[in-house]
């Protein structure tokens, strides 16, 4: 039996966020093993699924897409959307406060790393109409 390590998390052992477009799940990050400066975890975004344009004021982020195929846009400096086509190994920025939104435009599950800094803008998703807390390895 291994012995519990805040050092390594696995998804199947923390409770995650539902939505009607897919799921994350916080690996790291304040609540779960005490990183103070980010937070971070897994989206799964069903086919045809993906989240609405937001943003999060005062947090930058990285989307790692690692699997699946799909259309990420992010704002640039102007405002003005920059929209294109992403697949695994793609990493997107998002800086600070910038709108962004994704969606699967594939057949099969999308399934990204992103990383908040600083921690804690993840947790505005609690108050959206489709959230729903998860258990562990839902």
Request: negative net charge; contains cysteine; proline residues 9%.
């Amino acid at each position: 039996m291994t012995k519990s390590s805040p050092y390594f998390i696995r998804p199947e052992t923390v409770s995650g966020f539902g939505f009607d477009w897919g799921q994350l799940t916080l690996t790291v990050g304040p609540e779960v093993n005490g990183a103070e400066r980010f937070s971070g975890g897994i989206v799964d975004v069903a086919p045809g699924g993906g989240h609405a344009r937001h943003n999060h004021p005062g947090a930058e982020e990285i989307i790692l897409v690692m699997s699946g195929t799909g259309e990420q846009m992010v704002e640039d400096e102007d405002g003005n959307p920059v929209t294109q086509q992403v697949g695994a190994g793609c990493t997107i920025y998002v800086p600070e406060s910038r709108f962004h939104s994704t969606l699967n435009t594939g057949d099969t599950p999308m399934q990204l790393f992103v990383v908040y800094s600083p921690a804690g803008p993840e947790q505005a998703l609690r108050e959206l109409p489709d959230f729903r807390l998860l258990p562990p390895g839902a």
